[in-house]
């Protein structure tokens, strides 16, 4: 009787689950290092917005843009 409809039904189903919980473990493995990554991120754009800042204020000492009306 090990082949009757509902105990396959049930090993598909526990396979499915197997597989579940390895996809839900792989994502909250690549949640971590992607938080990493953002963060990072956002402290480069931080930096890229102050030297945005001084080059614009390099460039208006050295009279090299018109001023802004």
Not at 4 to 13: A, G, K, R, T, Y
Not at 37 to 51: F, H, S
Request: proline share 4%; charged share 40%; no cysteine.
């Amino acid at each position: 009787m090990a082949d009757d409809p509902e105990s396959v039904i049930l090993v598909m189903l526990r396979r499915i689950d197997q597989r579940t919980e390895r996809m839900s473990e792989d994502i909250h493995d690549l949640k971590v290092p992607l938080t990493h990554v953002e963060e990072g991120l956002a402290g480069v754009n931080r930096r890229m917005d102050r030297l945005d800042q001084r080059v614009e204020r390099i460039e208006r000492r050295l009279d090299l843009v018109e001023p802004s009306q």
